[in-house]
């Protein structure tokens, strides 16, 4: 008993200094904005995006689910122990799941920006983006109707992009940085941005527009080391996934007549990228795709083989023209955003070695190869399109 | 009723508990970067070798501990020397091994901890374990064995679906040579965690008569090769050699990537459960080695106050060896193993089996 | 017997008068003494002599008292010397016999036989008539079950001796009565299986039983007490049994059971962890069915241990862990809440407790009133005033209804204790706390032996072989061997 006893008072003791924390004093940050300071010469301006708990409970209806908080300090985490002065409650960045990065901020140069997030107690499986043409701040601000806040309607959106059209995909920020620390590939980010400006400083006034201020992906955009050097727009930064296998599913329209098209949407994508020296590199991408024509605006006889197969060299040469056209936007930024350099780094380590530090002239003049392997299958129920009398 | 002595099964349990330790969060052989796996496939060799000697040793003399036969072997005086600083050795391993898990909790989960809360809380438990018996531990190891068994075969099923394995990581083979291999294996991981084996010397005469230890023995070492190198592989298709050699606890890191359809995610608590588990094993083993060393050489009767008074030592001892993880990983790395280790897990055994063996010879002539 | 030397024994004097007289001495003159004064002819004078109420009345009539007026009316010639030989010739009770020795007197007496002393004669002749005074059997009201033997144990001990006999009838089943309690004098039965059963192991208990030195014994749990291996432990060590059909099918794996007149519960010997898991019902219906509903059983185990403890360390530690959908539910509901969780939490399970105890003291028919109240009104009531959050309103409901999946009501008490410890240790140290008591569990289970056999086998020390009936029960081919530890010999004939 006395042992006992002695046990608990000791354990007692030390109950002072443990992780000890009611739900009730926690102010949950959901997403972290950063741009460039405002007011400051250097350093950051930070936009916290905090739960408001009470919106979610029986009696709460009136305020708005989250609270904006933008705090300026030298350091990240001096803003996030500056932000204690206008948080009312001890922040925690457990719940952290986006990260918002404007791109003024972008282009003059991330930095070690994400190391902060691999330390602390935040997970690391959340996503970046880019605001594009706008703050982080902006971007964070606007409450849409179906989603129940910007955090949300942020990653929902991106991620209902990724399976629809893949412009955008999400990537977690242990992926930045490692491609960020890693040699031979650079990095590619998803941007969003407002679709319109807010009319109104009211957000209540936006939930009851018909035609909200909404959050909308836009653009894939590509980084020379730490700093953003071009952005990849709409077909393009399809493509660019296209290459990097991230696409679950798209649609390629194929001109058939006039400025009719027919449309092909993907299923299954894989690619293959390689750097062959011959004896300077080339950059080879192997694609096989499969696909079904989904919607027809000319007549064309799909029952008939040979009219497929036709349908396919199109669809190949197509692919490959958009794939050329992309990895040659990327060759003119030097921004190899695929990872050719990577992949030569592992099949012949020796001339990595070598050519390290001029890969980035070296992947600008290299030649491209790419070769597409369309498969055009089950055309939905109907086989041939009805004809117009 | 006498004490149930320890079996085969409870045997192979508690040897890779043992060494699993607190060897499967660290990097192992991560000096050789993509090729880290081969230094993990390599090593359970040397781990035999020096397995076998311990054996040998124990063959001489059945019914002893090493504290023990080493006086046998090597004189009153001098035996009672090594014997002691076998007990140093055996303690500040054990400070060593809790200050890992004490780290390796600040980490991520406990972040606003303090360790000495962490370290007192586990050296409770540990006392208890001690004064229950060795016999008693061995067979909750067999629990624990398969409790872990189960968890890290998970783990290694949650990495696959979650579609973080990129084989491509792997390559290119052996780019740097044999040589960062060579320079991994001797001795780093040489010594850990086979060479930590030499405590089992503190506890074969507690084994059942019966029991095949040398059979067992390398199966436990097999399997625990075999473990580490499918983790390292794993490791390294998940996070990369550069991330593998940057990270301080790797382990913990790819397990905070698993994402399965946004519901199975933060799976802290099993890495807990890990840490807990594999180090109360491991300090537990060296711990109670210890007390008895200490009971035999001092002749104490078996009591509770020395297994106090012992947890004390480890306990603070696991805060003072080191102002701060980092350098309680550079001495662990760069220091301990290039001296302690070698001195106490490689030299001592080998003179001693030699001095034994010549013992033995000399005897024979004589008679 | 060797006592016996050295403690003054009266024994029955000649005189009846004296020996009434003494009687009524050591009996404090008690009202229900009846003594029946007889005159035998020119024999001489005697008495009959019985407590009223614990006689067979029936009997004592037609087997006492008729046989020896009617001798009286004979009057026979009999030598005076030979009358109580006579005597005991002519009653016609299965039991009878002649003693000398007070206390052994006054013994008998008080079980319920009939005392005859005659004049002239330094002995009491003891006639059993020992009124069996027990319920009927019926069906036992723990570990019911669905389908399988509906009778249950009564407070009787030859009835229940009985009935394990009606279900073993095997010469090898021995029961062998002893005596326990100072005071009570209570009738106790080793049953174990010869051949079965470790020797061993039987002589262990044989005289762990010979030696419980206490005044009373009333029911099983006084026995359990006093022969336990481990008395620092939460865990029931025995298990105890209302219904013949376990303690039969224990007898037969080698186990050993101890019937304790006057109480219906059984007690049986070592007992291993998994037991408590085990309901009857399991070897009644279909392998799979039961091992699906062994493994929700051990599940219900483990949530009514765990559930709360690790909610607490979820909201009060490891937020982090917790889903960002499920979080902001949880922050909503408690931010109103006035108590630290821990406090909350241990609110509701101490209301939940008094419920249950409430449940059980009530008298039957208000029972189900007091947790219609308790549960829904007041739990409703808590919630909406925001006293308490839903969650843990929920948390403790799962808890508590996971109790009541146990078979054995001993098991559901170590559960309720280690339930609190967990609590306080996640409070303290959140999942780092639960994992480190779950080792001492652990280790502690693993240092308890029952009677010398480990109790936490099969799993540790390992026994691959009983593995089969331990979290879930294999199809009886694969169960033709008994379990090993508790026996020696392995095969089923």
Not at chain 1, 208 to 217: H, M, R, T, Y
Not at chain 3, 188 to 197: N, S
Not at chain 3, 464 to 473: A, Q, V
Request: with cysteine; charged share 20%; proline share 4%.
């Amino acid at each position: 008993m006395r042992k006992a006893i002695s046990v608990l008072l000791i354990i007692g003791l030390l109950s002072g200094c443990s992780n000890y924390r009611e739900l009730n004093e926690v102010g949950l940050i959901i997403a972290i904005g950063i741009d460039l300071p405002e007011e400051r010469e250097s350093g950051y301006r930070v936009t916290y995006q905090v739960i408001n708990p009470s919106y979610f409970s029986q009696n709460g209806s009136g305020s708005l689910p989250v609270i904006n908080y933008t705090v300026e300090a030298e350091t990240f985490i001096e803003a996030y122990r500056m932000a204690s002065v206008i948080i009312p409650r001890e922040n925690r960045v457990t719940h952290l799941s986006l990260i918002i990065i404007g791109e003024a901020l972008a282009r003059a140069g991330m930095g070690l920006i994400f190391d902060v997030f691999e330390r602390g107690e935040s997970r690391s499986t959340f996503p970046v983006f880019i605001a594009r043409d706008s703050t982080a701040e902006e971007v964070l601000g606007v409450v849409e109707p179906l989603e129940s806040n910007p955090t949300k309607s942020i990653i929902s959106t991106s991620e209902n992009n990724q399976k629809m059209y893949a412009i955008s995909e999400a990537i977690p920020i242990y992926r930045a940085i490692s491609l960020l620390s890693g040699e031979g590939q650079n990095l590619m980010l998803s941007g969003v941005k407002l679709s319109q400006p807010l009319k109104s400083e009211n957000q209540t006034a936006n939930l009851q527009n018909i035609k909200p201020s909404v959050v909308e992906v836009s653009g894939l955009a590509m980084f020379k080391k730490d700093q953003l050097a071009g952005w990849f727009d709409g077909k393009f930064a399809r493509t660019a996934h296209l290459i990097t296998s991230a696409v679950e599913s798209t649609s390629f329209p194929l001109a058939c007549k006039g400025n009719k098209n027919i449309t092909i949407t993907t299923q299954g994508i894989k690619s293959d990228i390689k750097t062959e020296l011959k004896p300077e590199p080339a950059l080879i991408v192997n694609a096989k795709i499969r696909g079904n024509v989904t919607e027809l605006e000319c007549y064309l006889e799909i029952s008939n083989n040979e009219e497929m197969i036709k349908l396919e060299k199109k669809f190949e040469k197509e692919a490959e023209n958009q794939i050329r056209e992309t990895i040659t936007k990327a060759q003119e930024l030097e921004a190899d955003v695929f990872g050719f350099g990577k992949e030569l780094s592992k099949d012949d380590p020796e001339y990595w070695k070598r050519h390290e530090k001029e890969w980035n002239t070296l992947f600008s003049n290299a030649e491209i190869d790419v070769n597409v392997e369309a498969n055009i299958s089950n055309s939905g129920m109907l086989t041939d399109p009805f004809k117009l009398q | 009723m006498p004490k149930e002595k320890i079996d085969g099964i409870q045997l192979f349990c508690l040897m890779v508990l043992f060494m699993f330790g607190t060897a499967i969060f660290l990097d192992l052989g991560s000096g050789a970067k993509q090729d880290a796996w081969i230094v993990t496939i390599l090593s359970p060799i040397t781990g035999l070798l020096l397995f076998a000697v311990y054996y040998r040793l124990y063959k001489q003399y059945p019914s002893l501990p090493l504290t023990e036969y080493v006086k046998k072997i090597l004189g009153k005086y001098l035996g009672s020397i090594i014997s002691y600083l076998y007990i140093i050795y055996f303690i500040y391993i054990a400070s060593r091994v809790l200050r890992d898990i004490e780290e390796l909790l600040i980490s991520s989960p406990y972040a606003k901890t303090s360790i000495i809360t962490l370290g007192i809380c586990m050296v409770f438990a540990l006392i208890y374990a001690v004064n229950l018996g060795l016999e008693v531990f061995a067979r909750a190891g067999v629990i624990c064995f398969a409790i872990i068994s189960v968890t890290l075969f998970l783990i290694i099923i949650f990495y696959v679906i979650s579609d973080l394995i990129h084989a491509e990581n792997l390559r290119p083979v052996l780019a740097n040579g044999w040589k960062p291999i060579i320079k991994e294996i001797f001795p780093v991981n040489m010594t850990v965690p086979y060479g930590e084996l030499v405590l089992f010397s503190m506890i074969f005469p507690l084994i059942k008569r019966e029991t095949k230890i040398m059979k067992t023995g390398s199966m436990a070492i097999g399997f625990v090769g075999l473990y580490l190198t499918i983790n390292t592989i794993v490791l390294i298709c998940i996070l990369g050699a550069d991330l593998l050699d940057r990270s301080a606890f790797p382990a913990l890191a790819a397990v905070g990537y698993i994402q399965i359809a946004g519901f199975i995610q933060r799976l802290d608590p099993l890495i807990i459960l890990l840490i807990v588990f594999l180090g109360f094993i491991k300090v537990g083993v060296f711990f109670y080695s210890a007390v008895i060393g200490m009971n035999n050489l001092f002749k104490l009767k078996p009591n509770a106050f020395t297994s106090y008074s012992v947890g004390g030592i480890i306990c603070l001892s696991s805060i003072i060896i080191a102002p701060s993880y980092q350098s309680h990983l550079d001495e662990g790395l760069k220091i301990v193993p290039y001296t302690l280790h070698i001195a106490f897990q490689l030299v001592i055994p080998i003179l001693l089996f030699i001095v034994a063996v010549i013992r033995l010879k000399w005897k024979e002539h004589k008679i | 017997m060797f006592r016996k030397h050295h403690s003054h024994h009266k024994r029955v004097s000649k005189s009846v008068h004296f020996n009434i007289q003494y009687l009524k001495e050591q009996l404090g003159d008690s009202s229900d003494l009846s003594v029946r004064n007889l005159t035998i002819a020119e024999l001489g004078h005697a008495a009959i002599i019985h407590i009223q109420g614990i006689v067979d009345e029936q009997s004592l009539h037609d087997n006492v008292l008729s046989p020896i007026l009617a001798f009286i009316h004979e009057k026979r010639n009999v030598h005076s010397g030979k009358l109580p030989e006579e005597i005991t010739q002519i009653i016609s009770v299965p039991k009878i016999k002649l003693l000398n020795d007070w206390p052994e007197v006054v013994d008998n007496l008080l079980g319920g036989d009939t005392v005859i002393l005659i004049e002239g004669h330094p002995e009491a002749i003891i006639a059993g008539t020992k009124k069996i005074q027990s319920r009927s059997i019926t069906e036992p009201t723990t570990q019911t079950v669905i389908k399988g033997p509906k009778d249950g144990f009564t407070e009787n001990l030859s009835t229940n001796i009985s009935l394990i006999r009606s279900r073993i009838q095997n010469n090898k089943l021995r029961i062998e009565q002893t005596k326990a309690g100072t005071v009570t004098k209570t009738n106790i039965g080793i049953l174990y299986m010869e051949g079965i059963a470790d020797k061993d192991i039987v002589r262990e208990v044989k005289l762990r039983v010979s030696k419980i030195d206490i005044d009373s014994i009333l029911d099983t749990n006084y026995v359990e007490e006093a022969i336990k291996d481990n008395r620092k432990t939460i865990f029931p060590l025995f298990q105890s049994s209302e219904r013949p059909d376990v303690v039969s099918a224990n007898l037969l794996e080698g186990k050993i059971a101890i019937i304790i007149q006057g109480t219906p519960f059984a007690l049986i010997l070592p007992a291993l962890l998994i037991q408590f898991f085990q309901s009857p019902e399991d070897y009644y219906a279909n392998y799979l069915v039961s091992s699906f509903l062994r493994i929700i059983r051990i599940g219900s185990f483990y949530v009514n241990m765990y559930a709360s403890a690790i909610y607490l360390a979820l909201i009060t530690h490891h937020h982090g862990l917790i889903p960002t959908t499920l979080m902001v539910t949880l922050m909503a509901q408690r931010e109103q809440v006035p108590f630290p969780a821990i406090v909350e939490l241990l609110l509701m399970e101490l209301a939940f407790e008094v419920l249950r105890e409430a449940g059980i003291r009530m008298p039957r028919a208000i029972g189900p009133a007091v947790s219609i109240v308790g549960a829904l009104i007041l739990g409703q009531a808590a919630v909406e005033a925001g006293f308490v959050s839903a969650a843990i309103v929920i948390i403790v409901a799962t808890t508590a209804i996971s109790s009541f999946t146990l078979p054995n009501p001993n098991i559901v008490n170590a559960a309720r204790g280690l339930r609190f410890i967990f609590i306080f240790a996640a409070a303290f140290i959140g999942f780092y706390g639960i994992i480190l008591v779950s080792l001492c569990i652990i280790l502690h289970l693993c240092s308890l032996k029952s009677v010398g056999v480990p109790y936490f086998a099969p799993f540790s020390p390992v026994r691959f072989s009983d593995l089969k009936d331990s979290l879930i029960r294999m199809g009886s081919p694969s169960l033709l061997k008994r379990p090993t530890g508790t026996n020696r010999s392995n095969k089923v004939n």
